[in-house]
């Protein structure tokens, strides 16, 4: 079984882009992108457990922000669950991480993310 403990240098750079998008995209108040910014930060994070968690309260503390009690109970399971699945790797691939899809559904990936991820693994 593999453990992930920390994030590879060459993937946070993407990983804190999509953050940096989202913080931008909440300061303009728009929710499309927000979501679309924490869901691409969760593809790229949910390996590594601390980053996969902050992804979690971000997207917890959004649902607060839009009173979605969906989403707030959503997030409090995923808080609780995903870092330790990220460690030992059993993690849904290409899961969105926010409740508008199952907590335990494999995705497609985006196909910008997956070059990234190919990018990354051939150097």
């Known amino acids: 079984m593999k453990f992930n403990l920390k994030m590879p240098v060459d993937l946070k750079p993407y990983y804190e882009k999509e953050v940096v998008d989202y913080r931008k995209a909440l300061t303009r108040d728009h929710q499309d992108q927000v979501w679309y910014h924490l869901e691409r930060a969760h593809i790229i994070a949910q390996a590594y457990p601390w980053p996969h968690t902050k992804v979690h309260w971000k997207m917890l503390r959004q649902g607060v922000r839009e009173k979605s009690f969906r989403e707030i109970f959503g997030q409090v399971i995923r808080l609780s669950l995903g870092g330790p ?32 991820f190919s990018e990354l693994e051939n150097n």
Not at 95 to 116: E, H, L, R, Y
């Open 85 to 116: 699945f990220s460690f030992i790797n059993q993690i849904p691939k290409g899961n969105i991480g926010s409740t508008k899809v199952s907590m335990t559904k494999p995705q497609q990936i985006p196909a910008d993310i997956m070059k990234m």
